[in-house]
């Protein structure tokens, strides 16, 4: 990897403005997350989508809608409890079931932001929040949790909300992305879902995975496909198999054209 000179122009106990080639950044100190949280309707489809009024003093009107983000703090074992920790407080919803969880793959909200984001949907469909815990902080104790139809929720101009709901319908519901789904794919059977559900939270993670989905061979077989920007080594270290069921590395037509 290029070794890049970087000099640290100011910090804090939260980031370090820093200058590398000539472009100045900000670097986090801590992981932060990105959360969430959607309803289904009765046939299974997002109806509804879980944001923050939150208060912020450096937009207009002192509020903006966002998702539920929130920094990794030293006792939680894993991004995940970072995410069930951060929406319990700032939402009041409890939900510690992993199956309920989905891992949508790391992004970043800014070119001068030097940071990837972990970002998960959450199942809150039928559940009821508890009281909202809130972390002491007077923006969180401002802030309030709303659940917007799609609609709505679509029509704020916070970039990682459309963003998530596009991914959802990737990574949850089996869309390629450009093309139309078949039933097998928006359907696929159970056990491999549940599967697929906790292999990308290791696989999308790689760098230059782009994605995956169930898919089925002629003979009706289910397998996981994960398509990449090219094959590296992390990438070859993806299983050809787990739990009996097969797993395919395919990069991505898109890259093939170029």
């Known amino acids: 990897m290029e070794n890049k000179e970087k000099k640290v122009i100011s910090k804090n106990k939260y980031f370090n403005v820093i200058e590398e080639e000539g472009m100045f950044g900000i670097e986090p100190v801590d992981l932060c997350v990105v959360v969430l949280p959607f309803e289904r309707d009765t046939k299974g489809l997002p109806k509804a989508l879980g944001v923050l009024k939150e208060y912020n003093p450096m937009r207009d009107g002192n509020y903006s809608i966002t998702l539920v983000t929130g920094r990794a703090e030293g006792e939680d074992p894993d991004v995940l409890s970072t995410a069930i920790r951060e929406l319990k407080e700032e939402s009041g919803y409890d939900v510690p079931d992993p199956e309920k969880w989905y891992y949508l793959g790391m992004m970043t ?150």
């Open 109 to 258: 909200g800014s070119k001068l932001v030097k940071q990837d984001h972990p970002c998960f949907a959450v199942d809150i469909t039928g559940m009821e929040p508890g009281v909202k815990e809130g972390d002491g902080t007077k923006s969180e104790a401002k802030s309030e949790f709303l659940k917007l139809s799609v609609k709505e929720a679509l029509n704020t101009n916070d970039c990682f909300v459309p963003t998530l709901f596009l991914k959802i319908f990737q990574y949850i519901f089996g869309f390629n992305m450009g093309q139309a789904p078949d039933n097998t794919e928006v359907e696929p059977a159970e056990m491999v879902h549940k599967l697929k559900k906790k292999l990308d939270i290791t696989y999308l993670s790689i760098d230059g995975v782009n994605g995956s989905i169930v898919r089925h061979t002629l003979q009706g077989d289910p397998y996981i496909e994960y398509t990449v920007r090219e094959i590296t080594d992390d990438i070859k270290k993806i299983p050809s198999q787990v739990d009996g069921v097969d797993i395919v590395v395919k990069i991505a037509e898109s890259q093939i054209q170029q």
